[in-house]
């Protein structure tokens, strides 16, 4: 597939692409020399490691046990890997980094040439453009001023009161304006078989040659990255060998490792010859003292004991809790807290405060977040527990009371985690059987009459305000802002069991109009009034009634409510 064929139009896209194709080439090469500072700068710390850990005393200061020698041949291959590191540094920024500045530079400057190509190419037919058009616009003009005279002509010989001579000179400048057209027609269709002639050789034979050389170009930068990826590769599969080697030392190293040598080393250095002391005998100093009465141990009991328990007890618990009732209360300067400031409230640990479906999400949620650490602590302790059992089978690579605590701690955070996990369950199966038990009862209900179900509407958002009902009259924020709330979709279906109507305990009147859509809502009109039957319970809805006797949830936002309070349980 050709460039000069299928892309005729796109310079300006094909310019924007090899340019991205060269900003994504220098982009690769800057990673390459990142990478192979990593490892310069890896190879150096591993050096400086085994430089600060190698011995610096004699070898007959040094210890003679396995595990301080096998410590050493330890050191001494990490630093052959680390010469190995240093050489996959110099593959990368020979062979990888500084081909890839090289090459870059190169596309550069080929790109330049082939575009300006192209823009001369353009400029060139533009040329040609304007001077078909200017010829246009002359056999235009010449053809409005030969149809002029063509009118003073006919009009001057129609006029029997024109002389001879005025109708002479209208002939002759009819013939010279005629005559003037037909030459810029002539300039014109030369300069237009011109003009296509050059379109065509440039939209055929120049562009498509000029995108053959970019499409060439870009191909060939493809293939330089895939190389260089593989040089990229390559410089770490080189070292391998040496690498495994160094890896097969260190295990050797390791296998050297003797405990019942080193503990021999140990008993041959240390050991003193002398017999183990015996046992001391008891000495009893009290048979020259008298039994004294104990009787005034309970009168020192301090004073301040008692003063502490009174100052804990029920009086300062209260006492708190009035200090952080006055502190919540100082949260809102004018006392109550508006609807949309429960979105700053702190949650509930069993998000009660939740709708049911909000509140079963993220229950869910909040189980596999205790599961997923149940599974690591439980990870934890499987190793603590391995660890246990090497150090009681190898004392001599730790003792196994130290990992006590430790594994004390995990095993608490077990049974702190599995009761949370069983409390978090059970209230999930509180809010899954409530659900299924709404949901029974909706499928019965429908069997017998259409009843709402639902008040949800896809533009709201939850409240909690519960002290809305009190306050007459009350304005509701625009709902553009706070929205509607929303709801589980099974949440007003115990709402509607009851066949008695409900008794009217207020009015209200409608500051925006609501379209009701969802099953269980109540259309109204702007300004129209309806009778409150049920007051909002805390989650953004109150049930209406309408004129025609109609019920149905609206958004208590959206209205301005007045209560009836001699009409409430009336």
């Given amino acids: 597939m050709s460039w000069g064929t299928e892309l005729w139009d796109q310079f300006d896209n094909l310019e924007k692409h090899t340019q991205w194709g060269i900003d994504f080439l220098e982009r690769y090469s800057k990673f390459v020399k990142e990478r192979l500072d990593i490892e310069q700068n890896y190879a150096k710390q591993l050096r400086n490691l085994v430089k600060k850990y190698c011995p610096k005393r004699s070898k007959d200061e040094e210890p003679r046990f396995t595990s301080c020698l096998s410590f050493y041949s330890l050191l001494s291959e990490l630093n052959d890997y680390a010469g190995q590191r240093e050489v996959v540094a110099e593959e990368m920024g020979n062979r990888v980094y500084g081909e890839l500045m090289r090459y870059s530079q ?6 330049k040439h082939h575009l300006q190509e192209g823009r001369k ?87 498509p040659h000029i995108f053959k050389n970019l499409q060439d170009m870009d191909e060939r930068r493809t293939v330089k990255l895939g190389e260089t990826y593989r040089s990229f590769a390559e410089a770490e599969r080189r070292v391998i060998p040496i690498v495994s080697k160094c890896l097969d030392g260190m295990v050797s190293a390791a296998k050297a ?41 309970i009168s020192n009991t301090p004073k301040g004991d008692k003063e502490r328990e009174r100052d804990g007890g029920p009086g300062l618990r209260t006492d708190n809790k009035h200090a952080m009732s006055r502190t919540k209360n100082k949260l809102w300067l004018f006392g109550k807290k508006p609807k949309w400031s429960v979105k700053l409230a702190p949650s509930l640990e069993d998000f009660s405060h939740l709708p049911p479906e909000q509140r079963r999400k993220k229950l869910q949620q909040k189980l596999d977040e ?4 149940l599974q690591k602590e439980t990870d934890q302790r ?31 955070n077990i049974q702190r985690l599995r009761s949370e996990i069983h409390k978090n369950e059970s209230w999930l199966s509180e809010v899954e059987g409530k659900q299924s038990s ?3 009862r909706r499928l019965s209900t429908d069997n017998h009459h259409h009843t709402p179900h639902g008040r949800e509407s896809p533009e709201g958002s939850y409240t909690d ?25 099974h949440e007003f ?45 805390g989650d953004g809805w109150t049930r209406a009634r309408k004129q025609n006797g109609e019920e149905g949830y609206i958004p208590t936002s959206y209205v301005e409510i007045t209560i009836e309070r001699h009409g409430k349980g009336s």
């Fill in 106 to 111: 190169d596309l550069k400057g080929e790109r």
């Fill in 121 to 207: 190419a353009q400029q060139y037919l533009d040329q040609c453009w304007k001077q078909m058009e200017n010829s246009k616009r002359k056999f235009e003009r010449e053809c409005r001023e030969a149809e002029k005279a063509q009118l003073t002509y006919d009009r001057l010989d129609n006029d029997i009161n024109a002389t001879k001579s005025e109708v002479e000179k209208a002939k002759a400048q009819l013939y010279l304006r005629t005559h003037t057209a037909d030459e810029s027609k002539n300039e014109y269709a030369a300069q237009l078989q011109s003009f296509n002639s050059e379109q065509w050789k440039h939209f055929n034979n120049a562009i």
């Fill in 257 to 297: 490792v003797d405990e019942r040598r080193d503990s021999a080393i140990v008993v041959e250095s240390f050991k003193s010859g002398f017999e183990p002391p015996g046992d001391f005998p008891f000495e009893d100093f009290s048979q020259n003292l008298s039994r004294t009465g104990s009787d005034g141990t």
């Fill in 370 to 373: 205790l599961n997923r650490e």
């Fill in 382 to 412: 499987d190793a603590l527990n391995k660890m246990k059992d090497v150090y009681e089978k190898n004392p001599q690579m730790g003792d196994p009371s130290s990992l006590q605590p430790k594994l004390s701690e995990t095993n608490c």
């Fill in 438 to 440: 709404r949901g029974d």
């Fill in 465 to 489: 305000d519960t002290n809305q009902e009190h306050h007459t009259p009350l304005r509701r924020p625009n709902p553009s802002q706070p929205g509607l709330p929303n709801h589980d979709p």
């Fill in 493 to 537: 279906d115990d709402e509607f069991d009851d066949d008695d109507p409900l008794p009217v305990i207020g009015h209200c009147k409608a500051l925006y109009s609501f379209d009701g859509k969802d099953e269980g809502t109540l259309v109204m009109a702007e300004n129209e009034v309806l009778y409150i039957i049920e007051e909002d319970k």
